[in-house]
């Protein structure tokens, strides 16, 4: 079970989620769990320092936390990665929660993103997808089975009917090209905070649930066969998508909202967990 | 100039247009006229059979045209390709309006793709971009020198701001992964046809028009050096993608529209074009 606090030191766990909604909070409480429960023989404990577990800037006018479980050298998941950020500003708040699943070049099959950007209690960016690893247009087999086969485009359908909810277009192409053709990119605007609740417990739990079921079914298992230089691709391509992370998510942000410091101590967490 | 029919035969010619309204039908004259002009000392003439070039279905309730012009071997340009449908159905008309561009290898730059379907006087289907060529996760020059650069991505938002339009999802995830991040791939409904005829006539036509000028001047003139079994990936993927456009595009469509006999003259043309 989780507490609310550490009572060691009197500060935010990462599955603590404090600063969001009951149906959000629920919700990633039980993707966490989920995560964890079912590769429980995958991964190693978290071994990152408390001061990167938890981390805040000097006002704590910007707090966050950072969730890493490295995997067994055997396993084909690498590790996963979960963190939270909040962060009052004069104008609102900004509140990020994220779940993230990489494997290494055992499998070409599509790692998982999750990503929750609040920018007030009406107002949400959702992000949910499994970012293929391998270039569609050329390997039609692959979209087949990750994407066609289990309908993850029906899970985006579910979302889009709803008058609450538009397409969103990250600004940066490069994280566009990165998604797959079936990616949850939605904008979610509500006249009222009980709406979005509503929406998070009705529509996007389900959903949520249910993209993280065909990960664990079909992706996370494992199991590939590689031609003769493709798993040189493979490995080039995730380590773009990795340098990309850093250079257009963290760099961008950490720094400005945490202090040089602080964010470059959570940064190279990070970049050591994808070994760059 | 151009005559409404052949006076020979006393059919339309591709450049006709008969079924479209007029500013739809100026912004098609002038994206072929631009493109045969600026392409001209590539261009060979058109060497497609009357009955390709024009074809209709027994009743004449669907009527068509292909419009094909192969390149100079020492030309970057493959061919550009146009073409008109027109069905009436019981419920109402169909119409779609097409123009393309392909390069060989010689180049790795993207291709041109201008897609008009019309369901009615209200309501089109709107697909204008320049389908890459590359796998842009692994070649971020290549994202960088053709969308970020020229800032493509600012046409697609000049269409978005618009409360008629709307993001387009093709049914088919394959031809989504086509598609660049940039990609104009919107549904435009409109309460009356004058409403249409304006955002063709205001918004639709220059930013159609500045991505020809985009693609002619940055893509059509070819250029590139192939690292050692790049320009194989690249010649896999151009005939991956043609496949499709047969498979998933033609196929399914020309031969319930115009009876077994003619649809598959037509695809015949068309994968003949396509080296197939």
């Known amino acids: 079970s989780f507490s609310s606090m550490d009572p060691q030191i009197g500060r935010p766990r990462f599955t603590d989620f404090p600063h969001l909604s009951a149906p959000h ?16 023989s995958h991964l190693l404990p978290s071994s990152l320092p408390p001061d990167v577990e938890y981390y805040q800037n000097e006002t704590a006018s910007s707090q966050g936390t950072l969730h890493i479980r490295s995997a067994h050298p055997d396993s084909p998941v690498d590790f996963i990665l979960g963190s939270w950020l909040y962060c009052t500003t004069p104008t609102g708040s900004l509140n990020v929660t ?17 990503e929750f950007l609040q920018t007030g209690p009406t107002s949400m960016i959702l992000i ?17 089975h990750y994407y066609v086969d289990p309908n993850l485009d029906h899970l985006r359908q579910r979302l889009q009917i709803l008058p609450e909810v538009q397409p969103y277009f990250a600004s940066s192409l490069y994280i566009r090209c990165a998604l797959s053709p079936a990616a949850v990119s939605v904008v ?6 009980d709406r979005m609740e509503e929406i998070m417990r009705d529509q996007v739990s389900s959903v949520a649930k249910e993209m993280l079921e065909i990960w664990l ?25 990795k340098e990309s992370t850093v250079e ?29």
């Open 25 to 40: 909070r629920d919700l990633m409480v039980q993707l966490v769990s989920t995560v964890e429960t079912r590769l429980s």
């Open 98 to 114: 994220t779940l993230t699943a990489y494997l290494n070049s055992k499998t070409d099959a599509p790692r998982l993103l999750m």
């Open 188 to 193: 979610i605007s509500c006249r009222a905070p």
């Open 217 to 241: 079914e079909r992706c996370a298992r494992g199991g590939v066969e590689f031609g003769e230089g493709e798993r040189e691709v493979l490995e080039k391509r995730d380590r773009l998508i």
């Open 128 to 144: 949910l997808d499994l970012p293929p690893r391998r270039d569609m247009v050329l390997h039609k087999d692959y979209l087949q």
């Open 248 to 276: 257009i998510d963290l760099r961008s942000s950490l720094p400005r909202l945490f202090g040089e410091e602080v964010g470059s101590r959570v940064i190279g967490a990070i970049k050591e967990a994808f070994k760059l």
